[in-house]
């Protein structure tokens, strides 16, 4: 079987630092977002609280589309991880500004 596009991206990834720490890909004009993020996982009560959380979908909401559930798999790959950085895509489609998706190059 073929790996995908996708597979074959996180397979050129680098391993972890010796320092232990994993960064966030940046897709274009995002890197506020990923500092914040980063950030707030450097605080152990908020990584651990949003990781024993629950996501509560709203109407017809998946599980791909919830802001909490994308912000865990960000912080559970920052803290088990074995890559050099992860790529936050999901938080990306899942996080709305006025409703409307983020625009990666604004």
Known sequence: MSKSTSEEFQDKIGLRAAS????LKNFGCTCYMNSLLQQLFMIPDIWYGILSS??????GESLEENVLFAVQLIFSNLLETEKQYYAPDNFIKAFKFYGEDVNVWV
């Open 20 to 23: 232990g720490f994993v960064g």
């Open 54 to 59: 629950d996501p509560i979908l709203d109407a």
